[in-house]
């Protein structure tokens, strides 16, 4: 996207009070854009001092906007945060899957909701923190590209594959090109309050909270047998809703290790029967798979990747890029085989698809194969 085109328009930055939409703010101001903030409240059940309170992030937005010279305006958004993002939340949970909540918060709140908005005041263009980039495709002209951000270790194109063309062309990430490092250091010599902020964790919007106690007070718990694929009881699990394929913490079966002395891990989920598969050692056989199954599919480009072309995908979050092939796929399904065996692929979670540096899009795993 040609910068250049659009000085002088006007930008409605999402605020957050935290250091990457600072910056973002504050960049985009020197480069001589109409800058706004916005700060969206996007939950308030038990939203108290207890916990990540959106009280102080308010002030902090507040502190930044007068500090850099630019309006700031408060937005509420808990009503559609509730109905597009927590209710399939807890919906996934309930059937035994593990959603990702921050990627249906960038598509349903951060880039409908909130671009919505900015758009009714006036916007040109909205802007975010986010680590990613976006481009005009050069093969393309008039299509624009999600591109992975320079500093590969921040890089959140993952969370932003259900982004469609109309998003994506009023979006501008500036800190695409940017180090987490250089980030922090602008923010320090503009002195801006959060420069040394820690970044937000948890739920999106919702923050870190002690999670079975979280999800307690919307899911009734029902207790269970943790069994080996064999059979035999080691344990006994607090709900099915609170574990996830791979986990290794919080099972409280350590003591009973059998002889080979290697830890457990949770390998399935038997919903009918409540019970919690658990094996020994992190390779086991029953912990790889050699591909998935996707659906609910997004394509950036509205164009499907090729099927039998070597591509690269993620099957969560930090994760390195596996090389991939698309071995079938239909308008509502994607099946994916990889290179290699993958590692406690989860019902719930995206696997989003990438050829070099760009991201092509996605779609939700419905099962390992």
């Known amino acids: 996207m040609n910068l250049n085109t659009l000085k002088k328009k006007k930008v409605v930055v999402g605020l957050s009070g935290g250091v990457d939409s600072s910056v973002t703010a504050l960049l985009l101001k020197e480069q001589g854009y109409e800058v706004t903030g916005l700060f969206m409240k996007n939950w308030e059940d038990d939203d108290t001092d207890e916990y990540c309170s959106s009280k102080q992030d308010l002030i902090d937005a507040v502190s930044v906007a007068d500090k850099i010279g630019i309006d700031i305006e408060a937005v509420n958004f808990s009503a559609e945060y509730k109905d597009r993002v927590f209710d399939n939340f807890l919906s996934e949970y309930k059937a035994g899957r593990t959603p990702n909540p921050d990627i249906l918060c960038n598509a349903e709140i951060k880039f409908k909701a909130f671009l919505d908005h900015a758009m009714s005041l006036g916007a040109d263009v909205i802007a975010t923190g986010h680590y990613a980039q976006v481009r005009e495709n050069p093969l393309k002209p008039g299509l624009f590209q999600l591109m992975k951000a320079d500093d590969g270790s921040k890089d959140q194109s993952y969370f932003l594959y259900r982004l469609n063309q109309a998003q994506l062309s009023k979006t501008l990430f500036p800190l695409g090109k940017l180090l987490k490092r250089e980030v922090r250091e602008i923010a320090r010599n503009a002195g801006l309050i959060n420069a040394e902020k820690k970044d937000s964790t948890g739920i999106c919007f919702i923050g870190e909270r002690p999670f079975q106690e979280f999800l307690s007070k919307y899911l009734p718990r029902e207790l269970g047998d943790i069994k080996t694929p064999e059979g035999k009881i080691v344990g006994r699990h607090e709900g099915l809703m609170y574990y996830t394929l791979g986990q290794r913490q919080g099972l409280k079966i350590?003591?009973?290790?059998?002889?080979?002395?290697?830890?457990?891990?949770?390998?399935?989920?038997?919903?009918?029967?409540?019970?919690?598969?658990?094996?020994?050692?992190?390779?086991?056989?029953?912990?790889?798979?050699?591909?998935?199954?996707?659906?609910?599919?997004?394509?950036?480009?509205?164009?499907?990747?090729?099927?039998?072309?070597?591509?690269?995908?993620?099957?969560?979050?930090?994760?390195?890029?596996?090389?991939?092939?698309?071995?079938?796929?239909?308008?509502?399904?994607?099946?994916?085989?990889?290179?290699?065996?993958?590692?406690?692929?989860?019902?719930?979670?995206?696997?989003?698809?990438?050829?070099?540096?760009?991201?092509?899009?996605?779609?939700?795993?419905?099962?390992?194969?």
């Open 254 to 369: 350590g003591g009973s290790r059998e002889s080979n002395g290697e830890p457990w891990f949770v390998a399935a989920k038997d919903m009918d029967a409540n019970i919690l598969i658990v094996v020994q050692g992190h390779e086991h056989p029953l912990l790889l798979s050699d591909g998935l199954v996707a659906s609910q599919l997004t394509w950036i480009d509205n164009e499907a990747p090729i099927t039998n072309w070597v591509y690269a995908a993620k099957t969560r979050y930090r994760q390195p890029d596996a090389p991939c092939e698309i071995d079938r796929l239909t308008t509502n399904e994607v099946e994916i085989k990889f290179g290699q065996k993958q590692w406690a692929v989860t019902p719930g979670q995206s696997a989003v698809v990438y050829e070099s540096n760009v991201c092509l899009g996605g779609g939700i795993i419905t099962k390992a194969i």
